[in-house]
């Protein structure tokens, strides 16, 4: 924790006020105000966006400096958007039952503050806190902490409510450590993170059997990605959708969500001083047989 500030009562289902998506925006805003303020963000900004065209992810991800820019960039829309997906009835009910979430490839913070923001509506009563694990290659620990302090801040939530965890680790270079992590939690989840390890296909695939091998009969796996070409992946001649992996192992894996296209539009009127963008994606929840 970089700050201690005093941790206000947590008001549940009130926690977000009226506007829960302002209420999301304020958060990322407080916790990326020095990010947006630094004199070359622009610049960098511009840096990140040309080496995603290229596909060149460790070019971003591994460069300690690009980390606070991405952060304030793209967390808004993903963090709305998944708010807007664990509001949803299935993940809802999961979140009651204050699992053990393991979120895979997750160290920008969208996870954080998305499933956070969603758990206010869903901590009612006692009971052993929800974990929200994020996972990531890169050490994004300074960021996730801000996020960390700046929601419990805002929200009043403790850690008798939410507990925050970060590992590091390469998803294409499994361990034992990262496959009992994955074997403990009643949610996985890989957003956001499944396309890109497709630059080494055959580690991919293996990251494919981890999840099958390691998540529990009964416990959720949640995939979402983009719905466009970006997610398409080519294999010999043949071009499939990333989710055609998962869908293919329908003896492991039960559908309780499948959309192959869906829009996050956000609200008119919200106010953060970059243009958030909407976002089409797919989405998968499986529960493991
Ligand atoms: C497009 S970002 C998405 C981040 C987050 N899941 C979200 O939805 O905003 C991809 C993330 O995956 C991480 N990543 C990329 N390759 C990885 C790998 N091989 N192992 C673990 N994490 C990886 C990056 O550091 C980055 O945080």
């Known amino acids: 924790m970089t700050e201690r500030r005093p941790i206000p009562a947590f008001r549940g289902n009130d926690a977000l006020g009226a506007n829960h998506q302002q209420s999301i925006l304020n958060v990322l805003r407080m916790a990326c105000s ?3 303020r630094q004199p070359d963000f622009a610049q960098r900004l511009q840096a990140i966006k040309q080496l995603f065209y290229v596909r060149d992810f460790d070019g971003i991800f591994l460069e300690t400096a690009n980390l606070p820019v991405y952060t304030a960039q793209y967390v808004p829309r993903r963090a709305l958007c998944y708010y807007d997906i664990f509001t949803g009835v299935e993940l809802q009910r999961i979140l009651r039952t204050r699992p053990n979430i393991m979120c895979l490839g997750a160290g920008s913070g969208s996870e954080l503050v998305g499933i956070s923001a969603a758990s206010c509506h869903a901590l ?6 929800i974990t929200i694990h994020s996972q990531d290659y890169s050490d994004w620990s300074s960021i996730l902490q801000t996020l960390e302090s700046t929601i419990r801040y805002k929200w009043g939530i403790s850690e008798e409510q939410i507990k925050y965890e970060f590992s590091i680790g390469d998803l294409l270079r499994v361990t034992p450590e990262l496959e009992s992590e994955i074997s403990r939690a009643e949610l996985v989840t890989a957003m956001f993170v499944f396309n890109e390890l497709f630059s080494d296909k055959v580690n991919a695939m293996n990251f494919v059997k981890t999840i099958v091998k390691n998540v529990r009969p009964g416990c ?4 979402v990605d983009s719905a466009g070409s970006f997610s398409s992946i080519k294999v010999g001649s043949k071009s ?4 055609m992996f998962f869908d293919s192992l329908a003896q492991y894996f039960a559908p309780i ?3 192959d296209s869906k829009w996050f539009r956000h609200a008119h009127g919200l106010e953060y001083p970059l243009g958030i963008e909407n976002m089409r994606y797919f989405i998968r929840l499986y529960q493991r047989k």
């Open 34 to 36: 020095e990010a947006i």
């Open 124 to 129: 009612e009563g006692n009971g052993a806190p």
């Open 220 to 223: 959720y796996f949640l995939l």
């Open 240 to 243: 499939y959708m990333s989710y």
């Open 257 to 259: 969500l499948s959309e």
